[in-house]
């Protein structure tokens, strides 16, 4: 399981992906995607852990 490292959450994978596609949502399609950006920040954080999760050996 993903773990949200803010509050060291064990998350589920569809709970993760579940959130990124809301904050995906939230975008307001500026196009700049930059680490200034709050949503793109976020997005970027929530991608990451599940990108660790599909890479750990089980």
């Not at 997005?43 to 890479?55: I, Q, R």
Request: charged share 30%; hydrophobic share 30%; aromatic share 6%.
């Amino acid at each position: 399981m993903p773990t949200w490292k803010y509050t060291d959450k064990n998350m589920s994978e569809e709970k993760a992906e579940e959130s990124l596609k809301a904050i995906k949502g939230a975008c307001f399609g500026c196009g700049t995607h930059n680490a200034d950006c709050p949503i793109a920040k976020a997005a970027g954080e929530v991608s990451d852990m599940l990108s660790c999760e599909t890479n750990k050996v089980r």
